[in-house]
């Protein structure tokens, strides 16, 4: 006789379930609130202690940890030792694992809940069985979610058992499940969460959720040393701006709005560094974050604390510059070890709807030596200085991405517009009479030669884009009429 083992916390279309399986001649193995709301509902079932031939005990925190139980959940059928061995320790198989675990998300979830009330909602056995179920999905079908229940039911009344691929496919969603039943335990044992005052708007609930192996290099191992709790957007646009920064070596500020630099400057010392940063758009940096790559010396910190800003991140701040800087109880101040920035995470993760989305990181160290002129003007040293400081901001502006600038300013920046020249005319409204000193870096190709022509008009007299469209002799005829230099990096940097 086949056997199927039902403990369920959500009870939820369990009796129709159960009684179905009943029909198709399967014997229900059950334990607690389960077996009584089944045999209420007139579905006969046999205790757990009936088969492992010993009682619940601790408060039901051991029932289903037990060899009769997991023996008959993991051996695998086509091996005659592990059958030889069941039938001598008096073992019977067991075909379908049907478990939901204690409802520990909804336990913490409540605002006044203990931590004895969430240990207590840590489930052990029901992990147990689901992943020994999930193990031999060979010869077991193991369900979790009771959204697959006529799914079974229908392949048992089609064709006597359920498919492999079906036993396979539900395996997978148990240990993706078990997995974020885990995560979600050791998150909030290790305090690694952290409830947010709301998302990215007030009607929005969020978390920070810190990686427990997260780098140095990372907004999750910030010291907090001034400022009110971090929000969602600050967290969001302050990973943004260190992904920026570590592109520079020398010093350098960044300046964040939206995820987005408004600008980006470079010098001798970071003083020079943050006024080249705040002039390359002064309007937009107010109410943004700042990004700065050297220790916060007085004279910054008097410039900083000109102007309203949510966040200042550096690797460290000076004693004076910090009791001033904290004389701003709102101005949130982040230190953090900026000698590890180029170790980083391998791989990054979105979430869409139904699932989530896992690339590798764009970390691509471009290398202008093996940049490609393709127009008969070649640039100019300072054009070529000037083309790979501002490739590197480009890389990080929401496409379609233009940006203009110096050897060592952002002057106009054009992002996220649904057409190339759009963005092109906001980055060079941005830039104003500068852009004539400007080069232009496009994060992917032209696929009209508009952009080029536009450019020559407003005195850009260089430009660096992947190259790659089946119109790029378009764009490269419009250089050479106007006399511009265009190099190729065949390397594109979308940024969605």
Request: hydrophobic share 45%; with cysteine.
């Given at each position: 006789?086949?056997?199927?083992?039902?403990?369920?916390s959500?009870?939820n279309?369990?009796?129709?379930f159960?009684k179905?399986?009943?029909n198709?001649g399967?014997?229900?193995?059950?334990?607690?609130?389960?077996?009584?709301?089944?045999?209420?509902?007139g579905?006969?079932t046999?205790?757990?202690?009936?088969?492992?031939?010993f009682p619940?005990?601790?408060?039901?925190?051991?029932?289903t940890?037990?060899?009769?139980?997991?023996?008959?959940?993991?051996?695998r059928r086509?091996?005659?030792?592990h059958?030889?061995?069941l039938a001598a320790?008096?073992?019977q198989?067991?075909?379908?694992v049907?478990?939901?675990?204690y409802?520990?998300?909804?336990?913490?979830?409540?605002?006044d809940?203990t931590l004895?009330?969430?240990?207590?909602?840590i489930?052990?056995g029901?992990?147990?069985m689901?992943?020994?179920?999930?193990?031999?999905y060979?010869a077991v079908?193991?369900?979790?979610?009771?959204a697959?229940?006529?799914?079974?039911?229908?392949?048992l009344?089609?064709g006597?058992?359920?498919?492999?691929?079906?036993?396979?496919e539900l395996?997978a969603?148990?240990f993706?499940?078990t997995s974020a039943y885990?995560?979600?335990?050791?998150?909030y044992?290790?305090?690694?969460?952290?409830?947010l005052?709301?998302?990215e708007?007030p009607?929005?609930?969020?978390?920070?959720?810190?990686?427990?192996?997260?780098?140095?290099f990372?907004i999750?191992?910030?010291k907090?040393?001034n400022?009110k709790e971090l929000?969602?957007?600050?967290?969001?646009d302050?990973?943004?701006g260190?992904?920026?920064?570590r592109?520079?070596?020398?010093p350098?500020?960044?300046a964040?709005?939206?995820?987005?630099?408004?600008g980006?400057?470079?010098?001798?010392t970071?003083f020079?560094a943050?006024q080249?940063?705040?002039?390359?758009?002064?309007v937009?940096i107010f109410?943004g974050?700042?990004i700065?790559n050297?220790p916060?010396d007085?004279?910054?910190?008097?410039k900083l604390s000109?102007?309203?800003?949510?966040i200042?991140?550096?690797?460290a701040?000076?004693?004076?510059?910090?009791?001033?800087?904290s004389?701003k109880k709102?101005l949130?101040?982040?230190?953090?070890d900026?000698?590890?920035?180029n170790q980083?995470?391998?791989?990054e993760?979105?979430?869409?709807?139904g699932?989530y989305?896992?690339?590798?990181?764009d970390t691509t160290?471009?290398d202008?030596?093996?940049?490609?002129?393709v127009?008969?003007?070649?640039?100019t040293e300072?054009?070529?200085?000037a083309l790979a400081f501002?490739w590197?901001?480009?890389?990080?502006?929401?496409?379609?991405?233009?940006v203009?600038?110096?050897a060592?300013?952002?002057?106009?920046i054009?992002?996220?517009?649904?057409?190339?020249?759009?963005?092109?005319?906001?980055?060079?409204?941005?830039?104003?009479a500068?852009?004539?000193d400007c080069?232009l870096?496009?994060?992917?190709f032209f696929p009209?030669?508009?952009?080029?022509a536009?450019a020559a008009e407003?005195?850009?007299?260089?430009?660096?884009?992947p190259g790659?469209?089946?119109k790029?002799?378009?764009?490269?005829d419009?250089a050479?009429k106007?006399g511009?230099?265009?190099?190729?990096t065949?390397?594109r940097h979308?940024?969605h």
């Amino acid at each position: 006789m086949r056997r199927a083992l039902i403990s369920v916390s959500d009870k939820n279309g369990i009796v129709a379930f159960a009684k179905e399986l009943a029909n198709q001649g399967i014997e229900i193995i059950s334990t607690g609130g389960t077996k009584r709301a089944l045999e209420e509902a007139g579905v006969a079932t046999v205790g757990i202690e009936e088969v492992t031939g010993f009682p619940e005990m601790l408060d039901g925190r051991v029932k289903t940890l037990h060899p009769k139980i997991h023996g008959g959940l993991l051996a695998r059928r086509d091996l005659d030792s592990h059958l030889s061995q069941l039938a001598a320790h008096d073992i019977q198989p067991i075909d379908f694992v049907c478990v939901n675990l204690y409802p520990f998300a909804e336990t913490i979830s409540k605002p006044d809940v203990t931590l004895d009330e969430a240990i207590e909602n840590i489930d052990i056995g029901g992990p147990s069985m689901l992943r020994s179920a999930a193990k031999n999905y060979a010869a077991v079908t193991v369900i979790t979610d009771p959204a697959d229940y006529d799914r079974v039911l229908a392949e048992l009344k089609a064709g006597g058992e359920t498919t492999l691929a079906t036993r396979k496919e539900l395996a997978a969603k148990v240990f993706a499940h078990t997995s974020a039943y885990d995560g979600l335990i050791a998150r909030y044992l290790g305090n690694r969460e952290t409830v947010l005052r709301y998302g990215e708007n007030p009607q929005q609930q969020a978390s920070f959720i810190r990686d427990a192996e997260a780098p140095a290099f990372s907004i999750a191992a910030a010291k907090q040393l001034n400022g009110k709790e971090l929000s969602y957007n600050n967290i969001r646009d302050a990973d943004a701006g260190l992904r920026m920064i570590r592109e520079y070596s020398e010093p350098t500020v960044v300046a964040i709005k939206h995820m987005n630099p408004c600008g980006i400057g470079t010098a001798d010392t970071i003083f020079g560094a943050f006024q080249k940063a705040f002039d390359a758009d002064p309007v937009s940096i107010f109410g943004g974050i700042v990004i700065l790559n050297r220790p916060v010396d007085l004279a910054t910190a008097e410039k900083l604390s000109a102007i309203f800003l949510e966040i200042i991140v550096a690797p460290a701040f000076e004693p004076e510059a910090l009791a001033l800087l904290s004389k701003k109880k709102n101005l949130r101040l982040l230190q953090l070890d900026f000698s590890s920035q180029n170790q980083h995470n391998a791989r990054e993760f979105v979430s869409v709807l139904g699932g989530y989305l896992e690339q590798d990181m764009d970390t691509t160290a471009d290398d202008p030596a093996a940049w490609q002129c393709v127009t008969e003007r070649q640039p100019t040293e300072e054009e070529m200085r000037a083309l790979a400081f501002n490739w590197k901001a480009v890389k990080h502006v929401k496409s379609n991405a233009i940006v203009l600038g110096t050897a060592s300013q952002t002057l106009g920046i054009g992002a996220g517009q649904m057409n190339r020249i759009g963005s092109l005319k906001i980055a060079a409204e941005q830039a104003g009479a500068r852009t004539a000193d400007c080069v232009l870096a496009s994060d992917a190709f032209f696929p009209m030669d508009d952009s080029v022509a536009f450019a020559a008009e407003h005195g850009i007299r260089a430009i660096v884009q992947p190259g790659g469209s089946i119109k790029d002799q378009d764009s490269i005829d419009m250089a050479n009429k106007h006399g511009i230099a265009m190099v190729f990096t065949g390397v594109r940097h979308f940024k969605h």
